[in-house]
């Protein structure tokens, strides 16, 4: 089954606004990742936050990560189409392994 | 390369028959992923490597599904008498160390059972 659950599924933006994009899960985790996905390929990381940090920033992106609520958010700052993906979120527990939400689509209009 | 490769990128089967996929991850990585998604889905995960440690299978759909990695080498996933259900993109993972670390995915392998 999967831990983590995104919303939305589906967002649709201009160009140049943010995007944010929210993930909750349900055990307790190691870290949480969130990952892009152009074409339904391969995945690419974005960024990863650990259990004892409460913000991270990487160029447009900031995530937030709250364990008192299991949730997180991704921020992506003055969107472009480029940024058109699916973005998800993964979190890490004991054993190294990945468990990811369902995915949020982005759609970027220039 | 120094990518994680996927072999083949798409596979064509017909209903009961075998298929195996290939998975080159990138080298020096202990852990190996492989995950499958199928159409607008999220990722499923299927099985874990690492190292020499015993697989965590826990994902395996059914006794259908098997996957071998021989040492922190190549890796197949073997899919038998293919059903419909299991048309979906299988995508494979490496990871450098087991934990707190990014993985990096393959192009994944697109398979159609007709």
């Known amino acids: 089954s999967q831990q983590g659950e995104e919303d939305p599924q589906a967002l649709s933006i201009q160009e140049g606004e943010n995007a944010t994009m929210n993930c909750s899960y349900k055990?307790?985790?190691?870290?949480l990742q969130w990952y892009r996905q152009n074409s339904g390929r391969g995945l690419v990381h974005l960024i990863l936050?650990?259990?004892?940090?409460r913000e991270k920033h990487s160029g447009r992106l900031r995530v937030t990560l709250d364990t008192s609520k299991k949730s997180s958010s991704l921020l992506i700052t003055a969107s472009r189409a480029a940024d058109t993906a699916s973005y998800f979120c993964?979190?890490?527990?004991?054993?190294?392994?990945?468990?990811f939400g369902q995915g949020t689509e982005l759609s970027v209009k220039p | 390369g120094a990518g994680v490769s996927q072999s083949p990128s798409n596979k064509v089967t017909e209903k009961g028959k075998d298929v195996e996929l290939r998975c080159d991850p990138i080298?020096?990585?202990?852990?190996l992923y492989w995950y499958r998604q199928r159409l607008g889905q999220g990722l499923e995960f299927l099985i874990y490597?690492?190292?020499?440690?015993?697989?965590?299978k826990s994902g395996l759909p059914s006794d259908r599904f098997s996957a071998e990695r021989t040492g922190e080498s190549v890796s197949t996933l073997t899919i038998q008498r293919t059903q419909q259900e299991d048309s979906a993109v299988y995508l494979c993972?490496?990871?450098?160390?087991?934990?707190?670390?990014?993985?990096?995915f393959g192009p994944g392998t697109r398979l159609t059972v007709t």
């Open positions: 993972a490496s990871r450098l160390d087991p934990s707190g670390r990014e993985q990096y």
């Open positions: 055990t307790s985790i190691n870290n």
């Open positions: 936050i650990r259990s004892n940090e």
């Open positions: 993964a979190t890490e527990g004991q054993g190294g392994k990945l468990i």
């Open positions: 080298s020096g990585h202990t852990a």
């Open positions: 490597f690492q190292g020499n440690s015993a697989p965590d």
